[in-house]
């Protein structure tokens, strides 16, 4: 059987007292040997053996103390109390040094300490005022953690939905499936539509799943909102530019028929306003026709689609001025050709308008880059003045533009999980259109 250990400081008294024995053995030899007198030698005696044992005391308690302080400091910081600081920290001195550098722990971890508090604070303020459900299940599906938002959804308060399992709160179906994704669901805080989204973390050697549902539907409203009140402004603003002049020419020709005797140029005043509204109205038909088609894209058929053959086809329908093509990679993606037609037909043409201004030139070309298809349509034309409002429908600068071309072939492009951006050439005039499409 293993014997106990000898504790530290005993084994420092031990220590001393040994290193001191053999200068005390001598000197009492030399004092009970000696020709002195017992008084003497009684006192003597007492003298070395005090003085032997105290410093020996001595040295364990220089040892053990600078010790105990550093074990008190330690103890201390293991829970968390960072109000000790251990004196005699000098860094001119071992024992000091080790002192300091403790100090220096605390000091370090006290900091670190109320970062954490802060933070935690901090999560706990965001997690609590965002508008955002937010659940932590642990690997048996029980509940962990909930937000404010998270009990108005589930109605009940997180004392007693903590430690519930999912099925219980009616959230099983949220934690299988895909992720992220949108749904329609009636929960005891609200129906509508949700985004849910879905990850892992890990606390206490276990792994948690977290869960956060956003009510979409108030958004969506908003956007919706929106979009009626563009709707409405925009086909205010056409409809009332055709129905006032309607309106005007028609109350004309209806003081026209009630002036008696009628004026002699009365029909040609009649045919002539006549036509005014027919033309009129022809535009106002034109534009709602414009609209339709704006509203009514349809899902892009997509098939397999060469890129040089669909360039190159595209680029000769154009021939109101040649246009220089830059071939690029032989590659072949998946898409709607005809969509993808009415995009670039309506690029080159812009491009074309814009050439005819200055008698510059038009290049079309393509390339790879991050694994998508980059085309591009370049001009040698004034350039933009603004980009502001070029993919806002029916905005225009063209004498007889629709306004539909840029909105349509941006929607086209979002279709296809692509893009669509306009801008000026940096160090030349003219401008660029830059489509990029997913290989």
């Known amino acids: 059987m293993r014997q106990p250990r000898v504790p530290h400081d005993r084994r420092v008294l031990l220590l001393t007292l040994l290193a001191g024995l053999p200068g005390s053995v001598v000197a009492l030899v030399w004092v009970w040997t000696g020709d002195l007198a017992d008084p003497v030698r009684y006192g003597l005696t007492a003298l070395l053996v005090g003085g032997w044992v105290g410093a020996a005391l001595a040295v364990r308690r220089t040892v ?3 010790l105990q302080t550093l074990a008190n400091l ?3 910081l293991k829970h968390e109390d960072y109000s000790i600081d251990a004196r005699g920290a000098n860094r001119s001195d071992p024992l000091g040094l080790v002192l300091h550098e403790a100090n220096t722990l605390r000091a370090l971890l006290r900091e670190r300490r109320l970062g954490a508090i802060e933070a935690t604070a901090l ?3 965001v997690m609590a005022e965002i508008d955002v459900a937010i659940f932590a299940f642990d690997e048996d599906d029980r509940l962990r953690l909930i937000n404010r938002a998270g009990e108005q959804l589930l109605g009940q308060p997180s004392a007693r939905a903590r430690g519930a399992t999912a099925g219980e709160l009616g959230l099983s179906s949220c ?9 329609d669901s009636a929960f ?9 989204r879905r990850g892992r973390f890990r606390q206490g050697g276990i792994t948690h799943r977290l869960l956060v549902i956003a009510n979409l539907s108030r958004a969506l409203r908003e956007e919706e909102r929106q979009a009626w009140k563009r709707l409405i402004r925009v086909l205010s603003h056409e409809i009332n530019n055709s129905l006032t002049p309607i309106n005007s020419i028609a109350g004309t020709l209806l003081e026209l028929y009630d002036r008696e005797p009628p004026p002699p140029d009365r029909d040609d005043d009649v045919r002539e306003g006549l036509e005014v509204i027919g033309r009129r109205a022809g535009a106002l038909s034109r534009f709602m026709i414009s609209y339709a088609r704006l509203a009514k894209l349809p899902r892009p058929h997509r098939q397999s689609l060469h890129v040089g053959s669909w360039v190159e086809r595209v680029v000769r329908l154009e021939t109101r001025r040649p246009i220089n093509l830059r071939p690029g990679p032989n590659v072949t993606i998946q898409a709607d050709e005809d969509q993808l037609d009415q995009v670039l037909i309506n690029l080159i ?3 074309v308008d814009a050439v005819s201004e200055t008698g510059g030139e038009v290049e079309v070309g393509w390339e790879t880059e991050d694994g998508r298809l980059i085309l591009w349509v370049d001009d040698q034309g004034p350039g933009l003045a603004s980009t502001a409002n070029l993919f806002v429908p029916f905005f225009t600068t063209k004498p ?8 349509l072939s941006r929607q086209i492009a979002e279709g296809h999980e692509g893009s669509l951006v306009l801008e000026n050439r940096s160090g030349q005039s003219g401008c660029r259109a830059r489509l990029a499409l997913p290989l």
Do not use: C
Request: net charge positive; glycine share 18%; charged share 20%.
């Open 349 to 351: 043409q812009n491009a």
């Open 64 to 66: 053990v103390r600078p």
């Open 123 to 125: 999560l706990r303020t």
């Open 175 to 183: 934690l299988r499936g895909e992720a992220p994704r949108t749904f």
């Open 74 to 76: 330690l103890n201390a």
């Open 400 to 407: 007889h533009g629709s306004g539909i071309g840029l909105a």
């Open 188 to 196: 005891p805080g609200g129906a509508g539509r949700w985004e849910l």
